[in-house]
Nanobody, 116 residues
Framework: QVQLVESGGGLVQPGGSLRLSCAAS????????MKWYRQGPGKERELVAT????????NYADSVKGRFTISRDDAKNTVYLQMDSLKPEDTAVYYC?????????WGQGTLVIVSP
């Protein structure tokens, strides 16, 4: 039973920080690249960050580069997204994703609101 469960969202002020977590089960987590997506109000879903299966390489959207950090702990089957210097434009539902070969798994999402 493949499952991804996000947590860590909430309401923060501009300039604040949050760390999102995504706990995975039902597949060989260490073999999969992991991604974070987000979808803000009235916007299309966008790719925020990617980390390779080996954890040695990561990519970020230009809008979050320098502020967000993706990481993984294969012993815990968990991928993280550390979000610093948050802006109102970061308000969105954040989803984690595992996609490779026949697997395309999504979590339920966690809501992040950045507002004064």
């Amino acid at each position: 039973q493949v499952q991804l469960v996000e947590s860590g969202g909430g309401l923060v002020q501009p300039g604040g920080s949050l760390r999102l977590s995504c706990a995975a089960s039902g597949f060989t987590f260490k073999n999969y690249p992991m991604k974070w997506y987000r979808q803000g109000p009235g916007k299309e879903r966008e790719l925020v960050a990617t980390i390779t299966s080996a954890g040695g390489s990561s990519n970020y959207a230009d809008s979050v580069k320098g502020r967000f950090t993706i990481s993984r702990d294969d012993a815990k089957n968990t991928v993280y997204l550390q979000m610093d210097s948050l802006k109102p434009e970061d308000t969105a539902v954040y989803y984690c994703n595992a996609k490779q070969d026949i697997l395309d798994a999504w979590g339920q999402g966690t809501l992040v609101i950045v507002s004064p």
